[in-house]
């Protein structure tokens, strides 16, 4: 739900814009797959608020998004073809 892409984002501007700076770029391989995965169940309109909402998420972690890429590439194509599908 959009509290659950809040309280992401909440968290990063937290962590990256605190002193701790990259050490806590640590918690992104714990948080990123499990939601993204997770993401496969939910309805149309719940992935594409979170696809809205994940510009922002990258804008915070910058670079520290690269290990994910494929995996949220996977996901938008898989959601790409899902939604031709039903069109």
Do not use: K, N, Y
């Amino acid at each position: 739900t959009h509290t659950v892409i809040d309280l992401i984002e909440s968290f990063c501007r937290c962590v990256f814009g605190s002193s701790l700076g990259a050490r806590c770029v640590q918690f992104l391989p714990v948080m990123i797959p499990p939601f993204l995965s997770e993401m496969r169940h939910w309805d149309d309109g719940l992935r594409e608020a979170f696809f809205q909402s994940f510009s922002s998420l990258v804008q915070i972690v910058q670079p520290h998004i690269l290990p994910f890429l494929d995996s949220i590439f996977d996901l938008i194509q898989e959601c790409w073809s899902q939604a031709s599908l039903l069109g």
